[in-house]
């Protein structure tokens, strides 16, 4: 796991939220991306779909899709919305 990661984790075990989501994460049940979005739900009472929510209902060929060098997927799909 990065420095990045371990920092934003931290942060997020300092919000009042669901010690449940945390251990779903300690025994790999749930990804970092799975987590952060479960915590910014309670605390924003929004709710979010990260990749790993829609691995199981995807098409393998969209999984298994390479992406162009320099993409950035977690900002390209914003990019599909908008057009």
């Known amino acids: 796991m ?5 920092e934003e984790l931290m942060d997020l075990f300092k919000s009042p939220i669901d010690k449940y989501l945390f251990i779903l994460f300690r025994d790999k049940k749930i990804t ?3 987590l952060k979005a479960r ?3 309670k605390l924003l009472g929004t ?3 990260v ?3 829609l691995r199981d ?3 393998p060929s969209i999984l298994n899709r390479s992406l162009p060098t320099g993409s950035n997927p977690r900002t390209d799909a914003f990019k599909i919305y908008q057009t």
């Open 2 to 6: 990065s420095p990045d990661a371990i």
């Open 32 to 34: 970092l991306d799975q």
């Open 39 to 41: 915590v910014y739900e």
């Open 57 to 59: 209902k995807l098409e």
């Open 51 to 53: 990749l790993d929510d």
């Open 47 to 49: 709710s979010y779909v």
